[in-house]
């Protein structure tokens, strides 16, 4: 038995390493870069080890736009677009999930339709809609779209629907709110898919890049993505910078990701609730 | 279902549908509306206001070559990637959802990717896809296989574009998936361990049935989000090499920003639209026989 | 938690409404909008100061700068134009240059030209009249830059070759790079991609062209074409003195040269600063040999006002004082930024001091044989599908007369010439 089981951890540390080190070159490439001189940072094959490594870049990135203030906008609109969205969506999802109503189908399927057409055709009507509500240049204009979010309504609806209908019944014969049934015994149970939301909208909300650029023209709204863009130049990109840029941009997302994985255990506190 | 008091019933479906609702309407469906118009539509976005023309869009996109063979692309990028992903993410899933020691750094690690831009990401892939010096072929090679051109050859680009979205993805959907698992109860492993049931039918019928409503949101997104597969394209290939890894949403940014004809390609996205449509609605479908809501 | 939550959002949403959505000044000074891509990055700072030359001068006039970067400039002009929103000057490269002014969105500039007496011979002639449509000015010269041969001078002397000068043709440069390419495997002889922009240029060497001169057809599959895209396919193919694509992967044509790996390069004058910057070997440039004639390639980004700016005099005075002031040469000249498009004898003179490279003269020796690309309404279209045909023969995977025979059939059925 114990035999088994250390074999079973040495599979395990083996393999989840090797995957981890194949997953990662990518990333210790970034870093590589990010730490060269401006000189050639391609070649073939791969420096890993730069021959001068120094912050250059990073010294750069700092002066080239107004930096601190792109990252406090980036964090308040990300937070802002989280909250909204894990709000809104939950709510909707449980509407989706548990009560029966007619048309409920064929609205749903309205939210998985909006998935299905490319954004690029649908970014100029939703700019003129911004504009039309008077919301250009504003974070409010930047931030409303994502109170409806359909991936994140699908995503929680699925999860929704395994909370056992008995559950909601007792609260409802108890006297509960529709509210409190929400708050106190459809959340608590969805609490993984919750923290997995989160982290997956805060990263898509950190990493928006067009709609922030298109929807916010004062230099002093400038999220982090739209200034790293600034480096993008007609001939050709300076890797080093870029890679500079990104590696600091990845890091609020990876703080979340660490806070989150929290939640991901948290969810049998209910006392291994889902049978 | 639950009953619920009729009158309570409703005002909480409004109360809890509208923010969504509202930004549904406003941001969702009528953009999608003025799309829709723009595909009946010629308008180069620069010069004043649309022109109506019909159906010229449609039957002129439908007629033309490109667009079966961007299509035929596109598909061909689904049909290796969609097996690919979904083995690939419950199997890290999976391995993420035990207790060794260290198993949250391992879990970050594999996040990371995730969060690595693209740009960064297809450069290490077109070095580790190099015909001649790349990791892969070297592999191969040893292994006593000639390893393909990958990007530069034809028929081998999109598997090698497969491959990169693959590590591009995996850590996305192999987390929505461990979430999943781990909204399930220990008790049910204990009750099949012992009735004596191996590591095979515990996750034939245990692990399987009860992630099914997650695999289910995993098939739909990942197949939606196949059918516009673009930014890998435009920074590894560009589309080459000779159009092989053209697809159809590369064809709609460039009819809609480069070319000036944002009806056509407003034609072009309702068309696959109407694609995307059609197979997610069969997906929706053939849900009820394999997908498990309730234990 | 959901209390927490709730009260975060609501005072979230206070703040981005009050906050910063006043974000109006009130001003005494007019306001000109102005959005660019080649003052992004690391030019920014030059833009500054040029901007803040302006305002001392005019202070009755404030310029707001958008810099986008140039991957998802047109994106973001394009809805913004389509919004009414458009900015009140802005940065065109000359390819969309054309394709807006026939699509008349772009204010005719002669009547302020001369309201405001500016003299148009401050400004080269070339750079300027290719801002011309039906000649009619639609956009003034923001800056300008050529191609022109670079080469790595370590490696010529290696090999035993004499240095490039103005005299080359294809001929000597083929053959200096096969010798160069003998140096080793990793050495290549030269470097000039199979790109839209160097096939136009290299037909046009080469005495062939992509549309007709009376510029009613293409005829981009003529003998001639042929030979040209022959010529540039063998040296990745047969001689390999220029690596494919898979012994270039992913790496870019100026690391190359960078790296000492290569002993030509055909590029842009906007290197210079990096190169001077970033290379330990001697290096210097000449002009781009010929074949039947020389013929050198040009990149003017132009400046251009919006239609319906309500502003147009105060406008014009930025676009003027961006393209033809003495102060802005200076500081473009100063910091390496492209090319003044004016005529000054003087500050051009400054600029050819400037060492690396040299042969700093060789730029406005170019200058002789500029020629223009064959700019139509569907430029992006045309060029796209040259690429591809072009790019298909680099690989190996249609014969350089098989790929110009599609591109001719498939140009003639897409691409009206307007």
Redesign the interface.
């Known amino acids: 038995m114990s035999h088994n089981k250390l074999k079973g951890s040495i599979f395990f540390y083996f393999s989840a390493t090797l995957i981890a080190i194949f997953m990662l070159l990518p990333f210790f490439w970034m870093i590589s870069t990010s730490l060269k001189s401006s000189g050639s940072v391609m070649t073939i094959p791969i420096q890993w080890i730069p021959e001068n490594p120094g912050f250059n870049s990073y010294r750069k990135v700092f002066e080239i736009f107004p930096f601190a203030r792109s990252i406090f906008n980036s964090v308040f609109v990300a937070v802002a677009t989280t909250l909204i969205t894990v709000l809104s969506s939950a709510m909707a999802a449980y509407v989706f999930a548990k009560f029966e109503f007619k048309g409920r189908e064929i609205l749903f399927s309205l939210y998985l339709a909006t998935l299905m057409i490319p954004k690029q055709v649908t970014m100029i009507p939703n700019f003129l809609i911004i504009r039309e509500i008077g919301l250009l240049n504003t974070f409010t204009g930047l931030m409303l779209p994502s109170l409806f979010n359909a991936f994140a309504t699908f995503m929680l609806r699925q999860n929704i629907k395994t909370v056992p209908d008995s559950y909601i019944e007792a609260a409802v014969m108890e006297g509960s709110s529709q509210f409190r049934i929400f708050k106190d015994i459809i959340l608590p149970l969805v609490k993984p898919t919750l923290a997995t939301l989160t982290v997956i909208t805060f990263m898509e909300a950190w990493n928006r890049y067009l709609w922030p650029l298109i929807v916010l023209t004062d230099r002093s709204k400038m999220t982090l993505p739209v200034g790293l863009s600034l480096l993008n130049g007609q001939y050709g990109e300076q890797y080093n910078l870029l890679m500079a840029g990104s590696l600091i941009s990845i890091i609020p997302m990876l703080l979340v990701y660490i806070f989150a994985q929290k939640y991901f255990e948290k969810g049998l506190s209910v006392g291994g609730i889902k049978g | 279902m639950i009953f619920y008091k009729k009158k309570n019933k409703y005002l909480s479906i409004f109360i809890f549908l509208l923010p969504s609702v509202l930004g549904l309407i406003v941001f969702g469906i009528l953009p999608m509306l003025g799309s829709l118009s723009l595909s009946f539509s010629e308008w180069d976005i620069i010069s004043g206001p649309p022109k109506l023309i019909g159906l010229d869009n449609f039957v002129n996109i439908l007629k033309s070559e490109e667009f079966w063979r961007v299509l035929n692309n596109t598909l061909y990028y689904i049909i290796l990637y969609i097996p690919l992903i979904l083995i690939s993410s419950l199997s890290l899933a999976l391995l993420l959802n035990n207790n060794f020691k260290g198993i949250k750094i391992y879990r970050t690690l594999y996040y990371i990717p995730v969060i690595t831009s693209w740009v960064a990401g297809s450069l290490i892939w077109k070095i580790v896809l190099n015909p001649q010096f790349g990791v892969l072929n070297n592999i191969l090679n040893f292994i006593g296989l000639q390893g393909p051109g990958w990007l530069y050859d034809q028929s081998w680009a999109m598997p090698g574009i497969v491959l990169a979205s693959i590590w591009k993805d995996v850590g996305f959907f192999g987390l929505i998936l461990f979430s999943g698992l781990r909204g399930i109860s220990p008790t049910y492993y204990e009750a099949a361990k012992i009735d004596g049931a191996n590591s095979w039918q515990r996750f034939k019928n245990i692990t399987l049935p009860l992630i099914s409503p997650t695999l289910l949101f995993v098939i739909i997104i990942s197949l939606i989000n196949s059918f516009q597969l673009f930014p890998q394209v435009m920074i590894m290939t560009q589309g080459g090499p000779n159009g092989a890894t053209q697809v159809m949403v590369e064809r709609i940014y460039k009819y809609a920003f480069q070319y000036y004809k944002m009806g056509y390609a407003s034609a072009f996205s309702w068309l696959l639209f109407i694609i995307v449509f059609v197979v997610t609605l069969v997906q929706m479908k053939l849900q009820k026989r394999w997908v498990h809501y309730e234990s | 938690?959901?209390k927490r939550?709730?009260i975060?959002?609501m005072v979230?949403?206070l703040?981005?409404?009050l906050g910063?959505?006043s974000?109006v000044l009130a001003q005494d000074a007019t306001e000109v909008d102005f959005m660019t891509?080649?003052g992004?990055?690391?030019n920014?700072e030059y833009l500054n100061q040029m901007k803040e030359e302006f305002e001392k001068e005019n202070p009755e006039i404030k310029i707001n700068?958008?810099?986008?970067?140039?991957?998802?400039y047109?994106?973001?002009l394009?809805?913004?134009?389509?919004?009414g929103?458009a900015p009140d000057v802005y940065e065109l490269?000359y390819e969309n240059f054309v394709?807006?002014a026939k699509?008349?969105?772009l204010k005719e500039l002669d009547t302020v030209i001369d309201q405001n007496e500016f003299d148009k011979s401050q400004l080269n002639e070339k750079a300027l009249n290719a801002f011309q449509i039906n000649d009619n000015q639609y956009g003034l010269p923001f800056s300008f830059s050529n191609v022109v041969m670079f080469y790595n001078e370590e490696l010529f002397d290696q090999a035993g070759v004499d240095y490039p000068d103005s005299d080359w043709k294809w001929d000597d440069s083929l053959a200096a790079a096969k010798q160069i390419r003998d140096l080793g495997q990793h050495i290549y002889g030269i470097y000039q991609p199979v790109t839209f922009w160097e096939f136009y240029k290299m037909v046009e060497q080469n005495g062939g062209s992509i549309i007709d001169e009376q510029k009613k057809e293409f005829v981009i599959n003529s003998p001639q074409n042929i030979k040209t895209l022959e010529y540039m396919i063998d040296r990745v193919q047969e001689s390999n003195v220029m690596p494919?694509?898979?012994?270039l992967?992913?790496?870019?044509d100026?690391?190359l040269f960078?790296?000492g790996r290569v002993g030509m390069i055909v590029t842009?004058i906007?290197a210079f600063p990096?190169f001077a910057?970033?290379i330990d070997f001697e290096w210097d440039i000449a002009v781009e040999p010929g074949n039947t004639q020389k013929a050198t390639h040009f990149f003017a980004?132009g400046l251009v006002m919006n239609k319906k700016t309500d502003k147009s005099s105060e406008a014009f005075k930025w676009m003027s004082f961006l393209s033809a002031s003495k102060e802005a040469a200076e500081i473009r000249v100063e910091s390496g930024w492209e090319l003044p498009a004016i005529t000054d004898q003087e500050i051009l003179s400054d600029y050819t001091e400037i060492t690396p490279p040299e042969n700093r003269k060789a730029v406005f020796e170019s200058l002789n044989y500029l020629v223009t690309p064959p700019v139509i309404?569907?430029f992006?279209?045309m060029s796209?599908i040259i690429n591809?045909q072009i790019?298909?023969a680099r690989?190996g995977?249609?014969t350089p007369a098989e790929a110009l025979n599609e591109a001719q059939t498939q140009l003639e059925s897409t691409i009206e010439i307007n």
Do not use: H, P, R
Not at chain 3, 65 to 72: A, P, Q
Not at chain 3, 78 to 83: F, P, V
Not at chain 3, 244 to 247: G, N, V
């Open positions: 938690m959901l939550v709730s975060l959002l979230s949403i703040i981005s409404l910063f959505t974000g891509f080649s992004s990055g690391s920014l700068i958008m810099t986008v970067g140039y991957e998802d047109f994106v973001n394009q809805t913004k134009i389509a919004g929103m490269n394709t807006y699509k008349n969105v494919t694509e898979a012994q992967s992913g790496m870019q100026w690391d960078k790296s842009g906007w990096d910057k970033n980004n309404e569907q992006a279209e796209d591809q790019q298909a690989d995977l249609k």
